[in-house]
T-cell receptor, first 112, second 113 residues
Framework: DAKTTQPPSMDCAEGRAANLPCNHS???????VYWYRQIHSQGPQYIIH???NNETNEMASLIITEDRKSSTLILPHATLRDTAVYYC?????????????FGQGTILTVHP | DTAVSQTPKYLVTQMGNDKSIKCEQN?????MYWYKQDSKKFLKIMFS???????INETVPNRFSPKSPDKAHLNLHINSLELGDSAVYFC????????????FGPGTRLLVL
């Protein structure tokens, strides 16, 4: 029942920027866009989140369109260790009590 | 200094047995969760506790019973294990119960024979 749509897989060359798209056309005004990743069956790892404005941290940048119907996660200089499944998730808080609904995600493969 | 830890890491057992998985977080968080990841790699929430109180209880068989002795611990007890219970179970925690970053444990790989 994920409310986001992501491409099933993407490739990226090591050292290049990886741009992972996510569509969330039915996003509500109080829903944040969260990105997590899961490396080889480890526990999911938080990457970044945002509501309206673009965000940047030490791991990645998040670009959210003005109408908030889509977003892009950018890994500026992908390394082999960034190979993982990337999940784009909407989190409303409130009555959802922090429940994260994971979709299929995007399998990102970084190659030498 | 692991933030969210789970024991055991691997669990192999026979059908019909009862088993428990333990989770502990040392982050001082108020909310803890259990997620299940099946063979198709879908991650689904099972339970959520906030300050030892059950908040989320998804459609999970009654054979699964979470127990939170204190804010730092959320254990998962499974009765009468079935083949379909084979999965990876992840524990997570967050500072509060809404719109907070969740920190996941390393997972417990359960195999029911």
């Amino acid at each position: 029942d994920a409310k986001t749509t992501q491409p099933p897989s993407m490739d990226c060359a090591e050292g290049r920027a990886a741009n992972l798209p996510c569509n969330h056309s039915t996003i509500s005004g109080n829903e944040y866009v969260y990105w997590y990743r899961q490396i080889h069956s480890q526990g999911p790892q938080y990457i970044i989140h945002g509501l309206k404005n673009n965000e940047t941290n030490e791991m990645a940048s998040l670009i959210i369109t003005e109408d908030r119907k889509s977003s892009t996660l950018i890994l500026p200089h992908a390394t082999l260790r960034d190979t993982a499944v990337y999940y784009c998730i909407l989190n409303a808080g409130g009555t959802s009590y922090g429940k994260l609904t994971f979709g299929q995600g995007t399998i990102l493969t970084v190659h030498p | 200094d692991t933030a969210v830890s789970q024991t055991p890491k691997y669990l192999v057992t026979q059908m019909g047995n009862d088993k428990s998985i333990k989770c502990e977080q040392n982050l001082g968080h108020d909310t803890m969760y259990w997620y299940k990841q099946d063979s198709k790699k879908f991650l689904k929430i099972m339970f959520s506790y906030n300050n030892k109180e059950l908040i989320i209880n998804e459609t999970v068989p009654n054979r699964f019973s979470p127990k939170s002795p204190d804010k730092a611990h959320l254990n998962l007890h499974i009765n009468s294990l079935e083949l379909g219970d084979s999965a990876v179970y992840f524990c997570a925690s967050s500072l509060a119960q809404s719109q907070e970053t969740q920190y996941f444990g390393p997972g417990t790989r359960l195999l029911v024979l």
